[in-house]
């Protein structure tokens, strides 16, 4: 099975977005630091619209000038050991200012189909290329902000007419309707890849996109439960090394999660990596068993969870192929 470990490399979007070397820069380098000695590479969506906004204030404030050059060197040293650099949008930092000390982030238009259509499409033009002015012309995959993809046909000619055409958002079981946040993965193909054409959901053979779905398990409320005492109570293995807050979570999604079995994506994040295992082995019972995608954020580790990578890498690298969109569709499709 060919897996896939992606990762959202970004900052927070709630009152503290965090820093730039505590949010990305560190803690991409502690997971480089694992996934190297066993020679695997990551795939990192980045988050182009904090990439153009420090572009936009860079001159004016020395800061955000080193922190652009920190995140350029990194992106480009990804790039040439052969880490694969996607495209991630947030279009919030459309509103988003800053104000001589910290972001000011504003999540009404936290979707992308908040913004009329032509700002759809120059949204997805200056985002990529903020990516391929670093790497060259290299990207064609997508991830939507917080998972917000749907109603795909309104970004549908946007990402076609920049030649994005494999999309890796949807998760099986996923639904989220709430002030920011929606989507609903509720009705997806039981598949690892499929091809679709105006809808994600809804597998159209020959269609012109591909997706590669995030791998999915459902979880109980007590792995929440234990996960906020042992952030409370073992605080040494269990805090993140992210110096933000996170955005989207309101009360109903708490109170679900704490009464149910819900849908929970395949994670490298803190005490998530604690089931990862799990999941993997109910994939290789599938019948279309072609991928297993993981996904995390360098924000949300933790030392357990890291510690946690190690042992998983260490128990399937020689089991199955862990490997690139680049490597496997790119090259296969193109
Ligand atoms: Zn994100």
Redesign the pocket.
Known sequence: MNIFISL?Y?LFFADFSGSVEKSIIEPTNALLEIVDKFMIKLNLFV?AGYLVKLKEYKDKYPNLQKDYQKVVNQIEKLDRNGHDIEL?I?PHWEDTIYDGTKWVMDTKRYRLHKFDDWKIEQIVKVYKKALTDIIGDKVFTYRA??WCIQPFDKIKDALKSNSIWLDSTLYEGGFKDNSTHYFDFRNIPKKTQYRFESDPTIEVENGYFLEVPISSTTISPLFYIRYALLRKFDKQNHKIFGDGKGVGREGKDNLEMLTKFTPAVASIDGYRISYLQRVLSEYEKYSDNNNFVIMGHPKAQTRYSIEGLHKFLAKNHTKHNFTTYRNEFFEKNS
Do not use: I, K, V, Y
Request: no cysteine.
């Open positions: 959202d970004e988050d991630h947030h902000g917080g």
